[in-house]
Every structure is written in C-alpha cells, then in structure tokens.
C-alpha cells in the first residue's frame, strides 16, 4: 500500500519542518502523475511549472540529453524531490529529467502553491533551498581547491 500524501510530503526533506496542518493544505494542492521508464518528465530549456516528489520509481538528471555531450547530473528515487526552482520561480528548466522506471510522482503546479502558500511553508522551504545552496557553494568551493 502507497504511503500517503501527507507522509510522503512529512518525508521529504523540503517540507520536513512543515507542522502536520500546513501539510494537510498542501497534500490538497497534490496531483498524481505515472510516467513509463524513458518517459521525458521535463525537457531543459522549458518553462518549469512543477515541482515533482518521487513517490515511487525513479528518474535521472541530464544535461544535453540526446546529445553527443549528454551528461548525467543525478539519479533521483521515492521521497526525492525536483522542480523546486521551477515552483519558487517559474524559470525554464536547468536539465531534461526522465523517468530510469515506471514511477509515480506527486506534483503540485506553481498556480497552485503560489495562491495557497502560508509563511510557515515558505519559511520552512527557504530554510532548506539556502540549505542546497550552502552545500552548493562548498563542492564548488572544493573543486576550486584542487
């Protein structure tokens, strides 16, 4: 039996400081979507909209994918998240994600999010993109080293 959205979302790291309430509000805003192993969930260079949780299933991260210089960035599984930039911002997508399985995947649209968000949310959301951005800034700071 599929863990429930609510504790798929408790889960999950980007809303782990989420109190059980504001969970409950956005487990509302939750849509599922299936996607067949190879399936294209988001191409680079499109206009991100979705920030989508891994519930079940898998996904890789690519640069340049089809490409002759096509590189693998990451490899996603359940309780992993991407498309957080997309939902904050509404930028076009850093990276093309496919589907490495048959995977299921919550998603909640921007539109969504933006009228319903509470400020306890987007505390707790900020606190963990400054999070990947403090890691960011030290690998980069260490491949600078070598």
């Known amino acids: 039996m599929p863990i429930s959205i609510e504790d798929m979302l ?3 790291s980007l809303f782990s400081r989420v109190d059980r309430e504001e ?3 956005i487990a509302g805003w939750v849509q599922i979507q299936n996607y067949k192993a190879g ?3 988001d191409r680079e ?3 991100g909209t979705t920030l989508h949780i891994v519930r079940s299933g898998g996904v890789d991260v690519y640069q340049h994918y089809g490409s002759d210089d096509q590189q693998l960035l990451a ?3 359940e309780g992993d998240f991407f498309g957080e930039m997309a939902l904050l ?3 076009p997508r850093s990276a093309t994600v496919v589907a490495n399985t048959d995977t299921e995947c919550l998603q909640i649209l921007r539109n969504s999010f933006a009228d319903g968000a509470t400020v306890p949310v987007l505390w707790a959301m900020l606190q963990h ?3 990947r951005l403090a890691h960011a800034d030290e690998v980069m700071g260490e491949m600078h080293s070598h």
Request: aromatic share 4%.
């Open 39 to 41: 399936h294209v969930i």
């Open 129 to 131: 993109v400054a999070e």
């Open 23 to 25: 969970l409950h509000e």
């Open 10 to 12: 408790a889960n999950t």
């Open 45 to 47: 260079g499109d206009l």
């Open 89 to 91: 911002l509404g930028r």
């Open 75 to 77: 490899s996603f599984g």
